[in-house]
């Protein structure tokens, strides 16, 4: 970055801009950059646009996908800067790549949420369930009615959740995935499915909260292990949950992880006729994006923001 014109001084205050797992991911990719620039004779800070293609074709034929050829741009754009990693050439480069290896979607199908929502009602009443069994129950239902990835429900704290007499809503405050300037952060709204209280989320949240509050101390997240010293668990824990879960009631977790929640649901709300606005508020796409829209492209009818969560555990 000082090779760049960057002053030192600012390069902490720039590296913040970047979350410590896209760093992670980063460090993969420089570290290939790296080699390939040391078995080459390069230098490893400054190359040129071509330099920068043979790098990527030469991944390209061993076999990298879109994505990961993406990634690796992206980490190289810090060293080399975007007049390198995104001119003409290089775009047209990705062009080519597309139509060559295009990205396609983890799932060619979704599962029903019916089948899990069937299996949790068996865990009832909620004030009878173990720790382990409440806590299973919690994260999946909270994963199916806000459509959110883990990380965003890893960061759910207890002075965030509002009470009313229809709905519990949350609100994350914690920088997450696509946190970024003038996009608002995410805020779960769970109405009383007073239809189907056996799978409730905010029902089932609620007896959570008050069967962990004595264990949680000074804790300000809510999702603590059911296991002393009952620390607060992270997204990796929370996955396996919900994997947990999807497995006893008979979904194929070889093929289905816990991210697949989101997949589930959103599905399940559009094909029950929610409007695509709210499916895309609900699940944290912006209004621009085609994510849900390249795999559901149906016509939608009007719907209010409740919907999305009745639409699942109606």
Known sequence: MVRRGIPSVSIDIMMASFSSNTLNQYNSSLRS????????????????????????????????????????????????????????????????????????????????????LDYLSNYFPN????????????????????AQRMQTLSLIKIKNITFDSEKIIIKIDDLIKTSRPGIHQPLIVLPYIKENPKVCPAVTLKHYIDKTSFLRLQEEYIFISYQKPHKRVCSQTLSHWVKLILEQSGIDTKLYGAHSTRHASTSAAHRKGVNLEVIRKAAGWSESSHVFLKYYNKDVSTSTESEFVNAIFE
């Open 127 to 146: 004030d009878s369930l173990t720790l382990k069994n409440l806590s299973l129950k919690t994260i999946t239902l909270l994963a199916l009615a806000s």
């Open 33 to 116: 950059w790296w080699l390939y620039c040391k078995d080459n004779k390069l230098d490893f800070c400054d190359s040129n646009s071509t330099i920068l293609l043979q790098y990527l074709t030469e991944k390209f034929n061993l076999g990298a996908s879109y994505s990961t050829l993406n990634s690796h741009r992206s980490a190289l754009s810090i060293l080399l800067g975007q007049d390198v990693t995104c001119n003409d050439n290089t775009k047209r480069f990705f062009k080519g790549v597309y139509r060559l290896k295009p990205p396609l979607s983890k799932y060619n199908a979704t599962w029903d949420p019916k089948l899990v």
